[in-house]
Nanobody, 123 residues
Framework: QVQLVQSGGGLVQAGGSLTLSCAAS????????MAWFRQASGQERECVTY????????YYANSVKGRFTISRDNAKNTVYLQMNSLKPEDTAVYYC????????????????WGQGTQVTVSS
C-alpha cells in the first residue's frame, strides 16, 4: 500500500522559514513526479512546485519562485519543501503528491497524496 506521510508545518512569523517533509512508503518514488500543492481557505488547490526527474523539469509557481525549493532524498524516499521568506499569503494547507506519469500542475493528475499539513504565517 502506497502512503505519503507529511511532517513539518506550523505557525511562523512573516519572513521566517519552514521545511515540510513527505516520506513515501510502499513503492520507490525516485523516478516519479513529486509535487507540492496548497489550498488556502475558500480557494482552489494550487500547485506550488513539482519535480519531474524523468522529464528533467522543475516548476515553481510565480508566487513562490525564489523563496521555495523542492528537493529529494531518494535514499529516504522523501521529498522536501523548503520555504523561506514566508508571507501571510502563504498560509494554507500544504499537500505533497506523487504520480508515475508526467508532472503537471493539475491536482487530478496525481494519484498519491499526503494527509496535508497546516502552514500559518502571521504578519
Amino acid at each position: 500500500q502506497v502512503q505519503l506521510v507529511q511532517s513539518g508545518g506550523g505557525l511562523v512569523q512573516a519572513g521566517g522559514s519552514l521545511t515540510l517533509s513527505c516520506a513515501a512508503s510502499g513503492r520507490t518514488f525516485s523516478r516519479s513526479a513529486m509535487a507540492w500543492f496548497r489550498q488556502a481557505s475558500g480557494q482552489e488547490r494550487e500547485c506550488v512546485t513539482y519535480d519531474d526527474l524523468t522529464y528533467g523539469r522543475t516548476y515553481y509557481a510565480n508566487s513562490v519562485k525564489g523563496r521555495f525549493t523542492i528537493s529529494r532524498d531518494n535514499a529516504k524516499n522523501t521529498v522536501y519543501l523548503q520555504m523561506n521568506s514566508l508571507k501571510p499569503e502563504d498560509t494554507a494547507v500544504y499537500y505533497c503528491a506523487a504520480d508515475f506519469g508526467r508532472a503537471t500542475v493539475r491536482s487530478d493528475d496525481y494519484h498519491y497524496w499526503g494527509q496535508g499539513t497546516q502552514v500559518t504565517v502571521s504578519s
